[in-house]
């Protein structure tokens, strides 16, 4: 933790670069039958996680009955502590074939 303004120079290049591009960085997760991935994601304006700003939090369901626009769920989180485990617990239970 000491060492994590190291990067900030790098972050900030790469925060710079995608907005020249008209893009942002989001942290996301993706589920699929393969498995997940859980980490920082490029979009451009086009992507629903986009307009994503502050403590707001987003669920974009893509699937075969919603593609080629997902299905998007948005509103204020209850912070990121609080949302991760909320999110967790969801997914837990669809994995196991119960209703969040």
Not at 23 to 47: Q, S
Not at 54 to 79: D, Q
């Amino acid at each position: 933790m000491a060492r994590l303004p190291e990067l900030d120079a790098a972050v900030a290049r790469r925060l710079a670069l995608l907005g020249a591009q008209g893009k942002v960085l989001r942290y996301a997760a993706t589920v699929t039958p393969e498995g997940c991935r859980v980490g920082a994601i490029e979009v451009d304006a086009a992507h629903p996680l986009c307009v994503i700003k502050g403590g707001e939090n987003a669920l974009c369901l893509s699937t075969e009955g919603y593609y080629p626009h997902p299905m998007v769920v948005r509103g204020y989180g209850a912070g990121a502590a609080v949302t991760a485990t909320g999110v967790l617990a969801d997914v837990l239970r669809i994995a196991r074939g119960a209703r969040p």
